[in-house]
């Protein structure tokens, strides 16, 4: 089945304990970035890859990393996590080919709770 | 700044109804725009738009875009309780097929 998987769905940590949220995908996107939403503010982009070794920032990159070293994986680092950071993370991919198409494709989020 | 604005912010209506979201957007080098359903879990992909003028059905839900105004229609007619989310309004540009969200439209429907 083509998805989107990210790990994990829920996480509570404690501010300054450095993280990672996994997201891997199986249709072979050249295309992937993470999201953050929060209440009232939708949906915000916080870094994207536009294929292996290429990242770039979004709208809200700040206490962020990522890396694109294999196609199939983009995880999100959070170095030093804070309570600012609490939110719904999305991950999502896409062809650059098809996009027109299917548009993108989301992961199931993870719930991520810094105290 | 790219932005998207959708309007409205909620909405209360009775099955039977038929809704209309709206989806204004200001954005640099404009690809395409897209809506999504959210339930309590990922969007799911409605619609993708580039086009103007032309409508995009699939079965009760209908979408428009109008790139000279700068906006988008998604229409539901017959509305079902099951259509009950939250709908989100997205635009594409070309530089890094950025997605620039709104602040989605909350639909709720009563039986």
Not at chain 1, 53 to 68: A, F, I, L, M
Not at chain 1, 70 to 89: A, C, D, G, M, V
Not at chain 1, 97 to 108: A, C, E, I, L, P
């Amino acid at each position: 089945e083509a998805q989107v998987t990210q790990n994990p769905r829920y996480l509570i940590t404690v501010t300054g304990k450095k993280l990672t949220v996994t997201c891997s995908q199986n249709m072979n996107h050249e295309y992937m970035s993470w999201y953050r939403q929060d209440p009232g503010l939708g949906l915000r982009q916080i870094y994207y890859s536009m294929n292996v070794e290429v990242t770039d920032k979004g709208d809200v990159p700040e206490g962020y990393k990522v890396s694109r070293k294999e196609k199939r994986n983009f995880p999100l680092i959070l170095e030093s996590p804070s309570p600012n950071q609490t939110s719904l993370y999305f991950c999502a991919s896409s062809s650059t080919r098809d996009s027109h198409n299917y548009g993108y494709t989301f992961g199931s989020g993870t719930r991520l709770t810094v105290v | 700044e790219d932005k998207v604005v959708q309007s409205p912010l909620s909405l209360v209506v009775h099955e039977g109804d038929t809704v209309t979201l709206n989806c204004s957007y200001e954005v640099t080098n404009f690809r395409s725009l897209l809506w999504y359903k959210q339930e309590k879990k990922a969007p799911t992909f409605l619609f993708m738009l580039t086009s103007s003028g032309i409508e995009k059905k699939s079965g009760r839900l209908s979408s428009i875009l109008d790139k000279k105004e700068l906006f988008s229609i998604l229409n539901i007619t017959a509305t079902q309780t099951g259509d009950s989310a939250v709908y989100l309004c997205a635009v594409e540009a070309y530089a890094g097929n950025m997605l620039t969200f709104g602040g989605g439209t909350r639909l709720m429907v009563k039986p």
